[in-house]
């Protein structure tokens, strides 16, 4: 590029940033996606809905646990809670380690195959990176899984990895993505995957501990009763 058109060279649109949602200022208690923020897994059962809640905060062993014995965890607490269906909450989900999501994957397959299970998933624009691998391998595992929320933040099929790069005279270093992942259809061109039932947060729900994006999966299992 010549000077003078870099001179005038616009940038691409800003990307989405990886972000956790703080605590509000004040009461009542946060609701389940912002409750104990530090914690990797959280499970909630509720019952007067017949279903489980698994917030799923990143993609790695936690210091309580290996992923693989929350995945045996789940099987078990699904086989035996009475739970018809299966919440995963992946809003917060930024990726990690891929290589650890099969056990959870086939627990969740499991458990859907069952007569009159459903599996929903909550997705944000900060689900990402491993995030992004885990739902598109549940869309293509159970066909019947329903999302929720808001688009995930990457597509499908993407080039990810984290390899950083110090580059020599800035000293700045940058990360170069060097592996396509192709989870899903090779001629799938979506940009992200898009929610079922799409719901915006407003800053009102966040001041007055609401989540607007839990309501509607409920509504919907109450539908399904």
Known sequence: MRAAEHRHARGGPARRIRR????????????LYLRDMNRVYLTQ????????????????????????????????ELGTGGS??????????FGG?????EPL???FAEFSSGPGRRVYVLTSRATFSAAQN????????IPSAIFAREPSMSSPNFTGEDNPI??????????????HWQDSDPGDRRPWIAPHLPVALTSR?????????????LAAIARDR
């Open 134 to 141: 885990f739902i598109t391998r549940i869309e293509r595992k």
């Open 45 to 76: 059962a509720l019952r007067g809905h017949q279903a489980l809640y698994f917030r799923f905060n990143e993609v790695a062993d936690a210091p309580d646990g290996a992923l693989a014995e929350w995945a045996a965890r789940l099987k078990r």
């Open 97 to 101: 380690n891929n290589r650890l999501l």
């Open 166 to 179: 110090p580059l020599p005279f800035s000293g700045m270093t940058v990360s170069i993505s060097s592996r």
């Open 105 to 107: 994957l086939t627990a």
């Open 84 to 93: 018809a269906r299966l919440i995963v909450d992946v809003r917060h989900n």
């Open 20 to 31: 956790r949602l703080p605590l509000p200022p004040g009461p009542p208690a946060p609701p």
């Open 205 to 217: 729900d966040w001041l007055e501990n609401r989540d607007p994006g839990l309501d509607p999966v």
